[in-house]
C-alpha cells in the first residue's frame, strides 16, 4: 500500500472513531451500537460505516445550522424590539388647556368609568401616541404622573400643568394632540430635573372666574337682566371688598373639607381683583382673577359668592370678618362654569434651575399666543353659550336669599345643636380648586 493510500486510511479511521488522545494515541475500536437499535455492528473502518457517519454528521450539522439561524433570527428580532423600546425616557411637563365642560374634573378615577375625566383622555392620547407603555396608562405612579392642581367638574384650564416620564418620540405634541378631542390640546412641552413634582414645585397658581355682571345687580333688580352694565363705583366696591382675602387668613368656612383648628385651613392670597368688564354677544362679563400659593376644595367658588352676596344686598360686609373665626358661617358656592385655571407659577424652581444651561425657565412666554388662542376658541364660548342657555348664574343668584348671613351657623341652629349637613357645605364632589 502506498503511502497515500495509507494516509487515507488513517484519516478515515481517524474520523469514523474519533479526535486523536495523545496519551492514548488513536481509537482503535468503536463501541458497538445500542442494543435494540436495529443496525448490526459494522467493522470499523468499513466503507460503510464511513458512509453512514458522513451522512449523520451532514445531517448534525445541517440541524444545528438551522437551529442556529432560527435563534439567531430571534434574537436579531428582540434585540430590535429592545432597541425600539430604548428611546430616550425623560422627566418632562407638559403645558395643558382643556374645557371643563362636560367633565367630572381633571384628576383620573382609576377602575371608574362612569364619571369621566379631563386625565381619561389624557392618558389614553399618551398610550396611542406611543410616548408611554400601556402598563404605564394602566398605573399612572410608573410614569411619575402628577397634575399642578386637581380642577373640579366643570372647571377649565388655560395653563394647567402636568410632569410625568415620556420616550422623547418624534413629533411628541403632534402625535399627543392628534389623538385628544378640539377641547384638550397640550401647547408646549419642557424637559425639567429628575426628581421634578409639578404639585409640591408650583409656588402659586392664578385662576379666573368669569361671570356676567349682573351678578352684582342690586336684590332689587332683576336678576336676569342682560342689558345690566357694572357702573364704575360698583366696581370700586367690588374690589375693595375682594381685596379683604388678600394675605394669610383661616378659611375654614371657604370649604368643607377642614376644621377651624386645622393649621391646613390657613392659606395665603398674594392678589384678588376684578378686571373691567366686556360685552360679548350683548351681555356684560368680567373676569374675577386671584392668585394663592394654593386652594382648598370649592375655596374659591366660595370667596366669589360670598362677595356677590354682599355687594346684591344679602349679606352684611361684617360676614368677612365673621368668616376668619372658628364659628361656622354660611357661605354660599358660586357656580363652577366660569372657574378657569389660567396659570401655575415656578419661581423657586426657575431661580434655581432656568437659567443653568441645561433647563429652561417655566414660565411659557412662547405660548401666550397659543393660549390666548385657546381661551377665546373654546373656554369663553363654552362660557357664555352655557349661560345663556343654561342660566347657572340667574339659577344660582335665586338661592342666595335662603342663606342665613345675620347669624353664624351655631347660633342660628341654637346652644347645643348639631350643625346641619346643608349648612357645612358639603356635596360630595370631591374635587378641588
Known sequence: MGLPSLRAAAWALRRACGPWTPRLGPRLLCLPPMAGNG?????????????????????????????????????????????????????????????????????RNVGSSKFKTIEDDLVSALVRSGCIPENHGEDMRKMSFQRCARTDKGVSAAGQVVSLKVWLIDDLLEKINSHLPSHIRILGLKRVTGGFNSKNKCDARTYFYMLPTFAFAHKDHDAQDETYRLQAETLGRVNRLLACYRGTHNFHNFTSQKGPREPSARRYILDMFCEEPFVREGMEFAVIKVKGQSFMTHQIRKMVGLVVAIVKGYAPESVLERCWGEAKVDVPKAPGLGLVLERVHFEKYNQRFGHDGLHEPLDWAREEAEVAAFKEQHIYPTIISTERHERSMAQWLSTLPVHDFSATAHAAAGPGTKVPRALEGSDGDGGSD
Open 39 to 107: 443496525e448490526a455492528p459494522v467493522p470499523v473502518g468499513t466503507q460503510q460505516e464511513q458512509d453512514r457517519k458522513g451522512r449523520r454528521g451532514w445531517q448534525g450539522t445541517a440541524r444545528i445550522w438551522e437551529e442556529t439561524e432560527q435563534q439567531a433570527k430571534k434574537l436579531k428580532s428582540s434585540e430590535d424590539g429592545e432597541q425600539h423600546r430604548k428611546l430616550p425616557k425623560r422627566k418632562v411637563v407638559l403645558l395643558v388647556a382643556y374645557s371643563g365642560k362636560g367633565y367630572h374634573g381633571m384628576q
